[in-house]
């Protein structure tokens, strides 16, 4: 029972009605002059939940995976107005733009996340250029408050909120057999698959059922704790490589993860066991195999646009310069599990 435990100081508003929160939010962190940023979709309900907040301007241009490009232009737009603080309402692209001002003027951030990301817990940066993504980790973007409210995310679309589920789930999973794990981020990993796998069904079935988004955006907040301060492994190493190949993001993760778990299957027991128990006794690969066709996500890297030919790249890719994982990455077994999540073949 040896380990090292770190806690990051962001300060959590969790309910339904919590958004009503927000200016007193701003007020307590001391800014006056705040940044809205939303995606273009959702620039018009942001505005309006943001009355009342001392706005000094909007970027409503975030867009997936963060480009410099557009990242220079919220920038911009941050010093224009000379804002003291960022708030973003939206998923973890929204998040992101935040996160790339603070990177650079330290400004604070408030997230109000509507998907299940989990990025507003994390120090975790990432800017792309020319097709490639450079991260890293700094304390300087983690935000200072985050409000999650499940109302707001009603209207997240069934499939977005599945994937995004998913990913969320990987998160837990990852962290359970992570080199630097410990056993408070245990607890909130096998709570996190446990309320997450139990809420997606809902929410697929009725997206507007409350209950249900409750317990998924307080997975998803258990999620995000659960990668704020421990190493992934294989499955998000892969994901990453195939996000390369320009792979949607939650869609691979839901896919790749369930055949991920079979290549960790006998070195990680214990990670295991924890996982079979939140999803009510079934074994972790199948179990989140099945989960997965229950919420009708897609089952095939064939099918989210990943070419055959490229399969052996990839597996390359992920064997260069792998992650810590609890069984070793080589080269033929990688390239098996890939072909299998190509596939989309239940893990035996
Ligand atoms: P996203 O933010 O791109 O959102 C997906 C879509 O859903 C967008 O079109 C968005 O406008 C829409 N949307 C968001 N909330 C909605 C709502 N409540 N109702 C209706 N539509 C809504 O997707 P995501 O999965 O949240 O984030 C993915 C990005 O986050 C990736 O770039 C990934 O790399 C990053 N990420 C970062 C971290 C980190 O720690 N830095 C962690 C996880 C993910």
Redesign the pocket.
Known sequence: MNFTYVSLPTRVVFGAGSIRGLAAEVERLGAKRVLLIS?P??AEMVRNLAKGLALAGVFDRAV???PLAVVEAAREEARKVNADCCVTV?????I?FG?AIALSSSLPVVAVP??Y???EM?T???VSEGGAKKTGRDPKVLPRAVLYDPE??L???AA?SAA?GM?AIAHCAEALYAHDGNAIISLMAEEGIRALASALPRIVAHPSDIEGRTAALYGSWLAGMT?STTSVALHHKLCHVLGGFGLP??ETHSIVLPHAMRYNQDAAPEAMARIRKSLGGQEAAKGLYELERQLGLPMRLADIGMKEADLERAARLAVEAPYPNPRKVEYAPVLALLRDAYEGWRPL
């Open positions: 995606t979709g959702r997936m995976h963060t939206g998923g973890g692209s929204t992101g996160k509507t998907t990301s989990g990025s994390t975790i940066w990432g707001l995310t209207g997240l679309p977005v995004s990913n990668i993001h939650a």
